[in-house]
């Protein structure tokens, strides 16, 4: 008898192989552009068709929303959980997209053990190396690229109050964004032949949090911190997106010597009671998204761009909004895609053509 994820595994590779797949796609524009374009998933829902088949079809990147965080992978002290991970990579491979890592410390989305665990600074210290050492080497030449430590900063570019920073922290609370520092340094050891990278909100721009950031991996190359890239969110709810500043923001941080992936992309609209937007704002959302992806083709620095899901029809928008905003991605709640889509194809075509 087949288990799960061997279940799983079959009935991807046979809808994938039994589906007409719609030509062209953005992966087929993506990859003769030289770029990767991917989508944050829920292993979940891989078993839904139409889901599965459109993830395999436009992407050539894949990350989990939440497979990969503490609480899933870690529900408690003693035991490593990695069967949605593996889900995960499991699909990646299956279909030839490269699997992207997400993500090692945050001071969210963590077990109720630990965060109430009553650790002395030491001893969370060691089950922080502990779990980059075991999640890293578990998935060692199986997921390129890790964000290893996520939104460290408040919106003032300072290290923020964290579990692992001062609350207890492990033992670096005097030394600013040291326990950043060491966590780089505890993963490049346990794999070092991927990519690491510090992923922020809110510091896409030109701005207070853009500075420190920027300052932050000025510091780590100078001094040789193993650090390879700044992911950069970008959950857009302003229409009115200053995208000449993220240019210029991709453009300084390039200029460092280190990569920038877009990694958590979707721009929100008003919508109303049924989920519906206004015509009129999806074609401005399409503005933003051609903006952006334009924003990432003007450098060969920026060597990806992920949106945070990638249909309608699952997105982590309306329950955070109360259901007041969504629609916030490339295709709608029965995987059509939407004016954005087409405005991501056409960029990515350009810089495709240009080559």
Partial sequence: MLTPLR????LALFVTATVVTPSPALRQAAEQAHILVGAAVRPSLFSEAAYSVT?????NMIEAEDGMKWWVVRRNEGTFDFRAGDEVVRFGQAHDMKVRGHCLVWDRDNPEWLVHGNFTPDRLS?????HITTVMKHYAGQVFAWDVVNEALDDKGRVKDSLWYNHPGIGLSDKGAAYVEQAFRWAHEADPQALLFYNEAEGEGLNRKSDAIYALVKDFKRRGIP????????????LDLDTTA???NIARLTAL???VHITELDVSLPVDSSGTP????LLRQAAVYRAVVGACLQNPGCTAIQTWGFTDKYSWIGSHSHGTRGAALPFDRTYKPKPAYDAMFEELSRKRDRH
């Fill in 257 to 259: 010597g280190v990569q």
């Fill in 227 to 238: 650090f390879d890239g700044v992911g950069l969110q970008l959950h857009i709810s302003q």
């Fill in 55 to 59: 993830l395999a079809r436009e992407f």
């Fill in 246 to 248: 993220i240019a210029a």
């Fill in 278 to 281: 206004r015509s009129d704002d």
């Fill in 126 to 130: 060691q089950l922080l190396r502990e």
């Fill in 7 to 10: 279940q799983f595994s079959f």
